[in-house]
């Protein structure tokens, strides 16, 4: 049973088709890039996993069971996290904050054990620092020590975008639907994080959908690549076939002329 399943995928916005007839698997441990021209349709498909919007037509399996119609804190509770183009962190609050809160669905114990700070809350709160240590320590130790303490907004982009990646983590999720992850990133921070992503799956056992646009990333990290365009499925496989096929080369230069 595929981790997750997208059949028959359509998504209008007024007369424009955004999504158009999308089908598509993810197998559990697998690492998928989603690639295409601006305004393909990689981040709408991002919003119809994550219930931000709800397909017009198609349906959405995870794990076997249907997901479209939940709402995105409902879908994040079946397993599926995300990140976002331009990031969405509680900016006031620190480093090791952000990556609490998303566990808050996780606590047993009710507000006034919070409150009273029982032992029994004292554990679980203990639990959820640890697993946001694990979380934050595959950056290695550049978001730890001092820096967990510190207001997200003192953060370099980079390091904001490794913390809105712990985060995602740390919601429990099976499944991380990374969005441009290495977007403001430098080179040698883009490789970085093409390693890193790819622990995420080898030590952390997730599986990983991408939208990236630099193609050195996705060509040494991708299982599989998947290329949108006009809303459509235009192509997938290995990346090596993927770029060389003549409907994903017309599809970029088509655009680039525009
Ligand atoms: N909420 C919305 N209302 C109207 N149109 C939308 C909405 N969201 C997306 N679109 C349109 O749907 C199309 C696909 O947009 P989408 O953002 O999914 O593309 P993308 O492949 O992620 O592009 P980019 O690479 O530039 O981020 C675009 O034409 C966009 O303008």
Known sequence: MPLLELRNLYKAFGGLQAIS???????????????GPNGAGKSTLFNLITGVYQPDRGDIIFEG?????????????????RTFQNLRLFTHLTVLENVLIP???????????AVLRTPAYLKE??????????????????LMSFRLHQPVYVLSYANR???????????????LLLDEPSAGMNPKETKEITQIIRRFRDEGG?????????MNLVGEISDRVVVLDYGEKIAEGDYKDVVN??????????RREE
């Open 21 to 35: 007839n999308v089908s598509l698997t993810v197998n559990e441990g697998e690492i998928v890039s989603i690639i």
């Open 65 to 81: 069971e249907r997901i479209n119609g939940l709402t995105p804190d409902k879908v994040t509770r079946k397993g599926i996290a």
């Open 103 to 113: 566990q808050h669905h996780r606590l047993k114990s009710g507000w006034l054990a």
């Open 125 to 142: 709160e203990e639990e959820m620092r640890k697993v946001a240590l694990e979380k934050l320590s595959f950056f290695g130790p550049r």
């Open 161 to 175: 975008r490794r913390t809105e990646m712990a985060r995602a983590m740390a919601t429990g999720a099976k499944l």
């Open 206 to 214: 997730y599986t990983i959908v991408l939208v990236e646009h630099k």
């Open 245 to 254: 096929d003549p409907k994903v080369i017309e599809a970029y230069l088509g």
